[in-house]
């Protein structure tokens, strides 16, 4: 939860009264992921009052895809249920995710029906996000995916153990290739804020998703040497012919352009390699995934 001030009363209301309803033995595991508003404050008050509430702020804003994982590694249940926490995941669909869960699939997904919630923008960027991840990952990953899924004991421990700098959840659970059920549903809208994801995190969300399950970025630029690289040759044999019959060569414009040309796919090469020498260079420094500032009925390990 980030700056979720006004949705973490209304999310325990509604958690605590679909968990009763199951009639099972719970834990909610409330992650502050650095807010600036009154966020944590009410979470602590709350594992304060309820000893089934675990309460943790992290010392800074580590980003939504980090704040999951350090979720996912607090919680000791046989079945994990992962949601964000600004009741645009319904909890009152936990109970069809748990008896997916009891009827032996080991991954619960769901799939946002937003139509009616997202922008025009946001489903045409989401749409061709997951087949672009899809085709280069080559993890089928369904239009819709969300963080908001039940995972078995099996793959939570499975998730916590992999080592990357920057997980992709979402990749990171269809790749695990356990037995898995999706669930669709319609997301709720936004009651209070606003969201956390502008078009620049949007971005790097895409891009940190597919260079950390895909090489064919790099593959992409060894094409592209090869097709430029005859495309000029071509250029050359041209020029050599026309002035081997004594044509006069002209066309600086177009060399120009060529040469920008070249140097543009130079550096979009550059760029890819710098990404993924980057994300080498995190994962290799062995960081710890968050850092927790304070806690309420933290388990001792």
């Avoid at 997980?167 to 999706?182: C, K």
């Avoid at 066309?251 to 060529?258: F, K, L, M, N, R």
């Avoid at 796919?265 to 760029?271: E, M, S």
């Avoid at 980057?278 to 710890?288: D, F, G």
Wanted: charged letters at 20%; hydrophobic letters at 45%.
């Amino acid at each position: 939860m980030c700056n979720e001030e006004g949705s973490v009363h209304p999310l325990m209301q509604e958690l605590v009264a679909v968990l009763e309803g199951i009639g099972v033995t719970y834990e909610i595991v409330l992650v502050d992921d650095g807010s600036r508003d009154a966020t944590w404050e009410r979470i602590a008050r709350l594992a304060t009052e309820i000893p089934a509430v675990i309460g943790v702020s992290l010392s800074r804003n580590f980003g939504h895809q980090r704040a999951l994982l350090a979720g996912l590694q607090l919680a000791r249940g046989q079945a994990v249920v992962s949601m964000d926490g600004d009741l645009q995941h319904p909890p009152q669909l936990i109970p069809l995710l748990y008896e997916a869960w009891r009827q032996g699939y080991k991954v619960v997904n769901t799939q946002r029906r937003d139509e009616e919630v997202a922008s025009r923008f946001k489903r045409f960027t989401s749409r061709y996000f997951y087949k672009v991840f899809s085709i280069l990952a080559e993890v089928p990953m369904a239009e819709g995916n969300s963080d908001f899924r039940l995972l078995d004991r099996t793959a939570v421990d499975a998730l916590v153990n992999l080592k990357a700098a920057e997980l992709f959840l979402r990749g990171a659970v269809q790749w695990l290739g356990l037995p898995a059920t999706v669930v669709p549903f319609q997301p709720e809208r936004r009651l209070y804020g606003s969201s956390k994801y502008t078009v620049r995190k949007m971005l790097s969300f895409a891009g940190d998703a597919i260079i950390s399950f895909s090489t064919k970025p790099l593959r992409i630029g060894i094409w592209l040497g090869i097709t430029t690289s005859f495309l000029a040759f071509v250029e050359i044999a041209y020029v050599l012919a026309r002035y081997l019959r004594g044509e006069t060569v002209s066309g600086w414009a177009s060399t120009v352009g060529i040469l920008s040309f070249l140097f543009g796919v130079l550096f979009i090469i550059l760029g890819i390699i710098g990404s993924y020498l980057a994300w080498i260079h995190q994962s290799l420094q062995n960081r710890p995934t968050v850092i927790i500032r304070d806690s309420v009925n933290l388990p001792r390990t």
